[in-house]
């Protein structure tokens, strides 16, 4: 069975969508076949990894509202072990859609229940809001991955995003955990990045990661190319950077062992470049 973890913040602006395709794209590198599951509907996930939102006709929200097998709508990707179960605006009309059913918040469990098995890690990319849809991915996860940035007003919003997360365990998914905060969008340069930091880990200690996504013009770049990061540019701070988070979380979930051979390509390529630059 596969480990799921949405990337929930209600706040927009935060790297959530961001780190949502390049952690995936990075668990797959690794040799864990992921899945990354847009559940936004601006389909952000979407297009970042290589796919037109107006021409997916079988999206997650098929999967949820029309009962669609959600193996009809899984594509694959450009990266190895990568696929994508795509979103478009529709997915805008689901909360209305679902609001008066008896299960409303366990939509989007039944349909991650039918193909987990097919599949080590599941990321889902929630909204910048915390209605029913992002429920729906919470009361599926096993646990959620909070991207807070390294900037002014980082911890606003975040109490209720925690109190929301609380709700969850106790009414709806007991089992739900909390991944990690991880600290995104870092300039090491600017006093209130590093201010923001030390705030950060003294309020939730042992829960931050200890990646840190840094500011990186590549990772601007990689969505307009409807690429990952690791496919637009390997050698770059960004990619290692969430090679690392992948790295932390697989450690933190007893799944790191010997480097895969992939892994060892990887890496060889990686210094290869920043050689060659």
């Given at each position: 069975m596969a480990k799921v973890i949405s990337i929930a913040n209600q706040k927009g602006g935060v790297g959530k969508t961001t780190s949502a395709i390049n952690l995936a794209a990075s668990l797959a590198v690794?040799?864990?076949?992921?899945?990354?599951?847009?559940?936004?509907?601006q389909a952000n996930s979407t297009s970042g990894v290589g796919f037109d939102p107006r021409k997916i006709t079988n999206s997650i929200y098929e999967c949820i509202i029309n009962d669609l097998d959600p193996s009809k709508a899984i594509q694959e990707t450009q990266t190895?072990?990568?696929?994508?179960?795509?979103?478009?605006?529709?997915?805008?009309?689901?909360?209305?859609?679902?609001?008066?059913?008896?299960?409303?918040?366990?939509?989007?469990?039944?349909?991650?229940?039918?193909?987990?098995?097919?599949?080590?890690f599941v990321i889902i990319d929630c909204s910048p809001s915390l209605g029913l849809v992002t429920i729906n991915a919470l009361t599926a996860s096993d646990s959620v991955i909070i991207p807070v940035q390294c900037e002014y007003f980082a911890l606003e919003g975040l109490g209720k995003l925690l109190n929301t997360i609380?709700?969850?365990?106790?009414?709806?998914?007991?089992?739900?955990?909390?991944?990690?905060?991880?600290?995104?969008?870092?300039?090491?340069?600017?006093?209130?990045?590093?201010?923001?930091?030390?705030e950060v880990k003294t309020h939730f200690q042992n829960m931050v990661f200890s990646t840190i996504i840094q500011r990186n013009t590549k990772l601007g770049e990689a969505p307009s190319f409807g690429e990952t990061i690791?496919?637009?540019?390997?050698?770059?701070?960004?990619?290692?950077?969430?090679?690392?988070?992948?790295?932390?979380?697989?450690?933190?979930?007893?799944?790191?062992?010997?480097?895969?051979?992939?892994?060892?390509?990887?890496?060889?390529?990686e210094t290869k470049k920043i050689k060659m630059n």
């Open positions: 690794l040799e864990y076949k992921t899945l990354l599951i847009d559940a936004d509907p190895p072990n990568l696929f994508l179960l795509p979103a478009h605006i529709d997915l805008v009309g689901a909360e209305i859609e679902m609001i008066n059913l008896s299960n409303r918040e366990y939509m989007m469990k039944q349909v991650i229940d039918k193909i987990s098995a097919d599949f080590e609380n709700i969850v365990q106790s009414r709806l998914n007991p089992n739900l955990g909390i991944e990690g905060i991880l600290l995104t969008m870092y300039d090491s340069r600017l006093r209130l990045s590093n201010q923001v930091v030390e690791i496919m637009h540019d390997a050698s770059s701070k960004g990619a290692i950077n969430y090679l690392n988070l992948a790295r932390e979380i697989l450690q933190k979930n007893n799944l790191a062992g010997v480097p895969t051979q992939r892994e060892k390509l990887f890496k060889a390529e």
